[in-house]
C-alpha cells in the first residue's frame, strides 16, 4: 500500500489510501493521487434508480469505457450492484475498481473505477 507525508505541526504522520492517518516511515517521494480517497475524481454519476432496468447496465458499460485511467462514475442504486461487479469481473477483469462509499439499507453508492497500471484490483465486492 502506497503512503504519503503529510505533517501535523511537528510530527510527521502518514495517510495511506485507504485514508488511515498514523506515524510511519516517510516515503522517498509522492503524488496528490496519494492523498485521493476513492470518493476523488468522480467524472460523472449515474443514479440508475429511475433508469429502466434493461437499460442501467449497457449504461454504466458504455459510461466505464469513456473513462481514463484513475477516472471513475459514482453509482447510486437502491440495491447491492452484486450482479454488476460479477459482470465486471467477467467483461473487465483487471481494468476496473469497486469500492463501496455507502451499503444500504436503502441506497448503495458504489464508485467504479478505470485502474491505473499497477492498481490492486477487488477481490471480492465488499461482503
Given amino acids: 500500500m502506497k ?3 503529510i505533517t501535523d505541526g511537528n510530527a510527521p504522520l502518514t495517510r495511506n489510501t485507504a485514508g488511515f492517518i498514523g506515524p510511519t516511515r516517510r516515503p522517498t517521494h509522492w503524488t496528490q493521487e496519494d492523498f485521493m ?3 476523488d475524481n468522480i467524472k460523472t454519476t449515474i443514479d440508475v434508480r429511475s433508469i429502466p ?3 442501467r447496465h449497457p449504461l454504466i458499460f458504455s459510461t466505464f ?5 484513475g ?3 459514482l453509482l447510486i442504486n437502491d440495491h447491492d450492484p452484486k450482479p454488476l461487479y460479477f459482470q465486471f469481473q467477467n467483461e473487465s477483469k483487471g481494468e476496473f475498481t469497486w469500492d463501496y462509499l455507502e451499503q444500504g439499507p436503502q441506497i448503495w453508492r458504489v464508485r467504479i473505477g478505470r485502474a491505473r497500471p ?4 477487488p477481490r471480492s465486492c465488499g461482503h
Fill in 3 to 5: 503512503h504519503a507525508s
Fill in 53 to 55: 432496468p434493461r437499460e
Fill in 118 to 121: 499497477g492498481d490492486a484490483m
Fill in 37 to 39: 480517497s476513492p470518493a
Fill in 71 to 73: 477516472e471513475g462514475l
Fill in 65 to 69: 469505457d469513456g473513462l481514463a485511467p
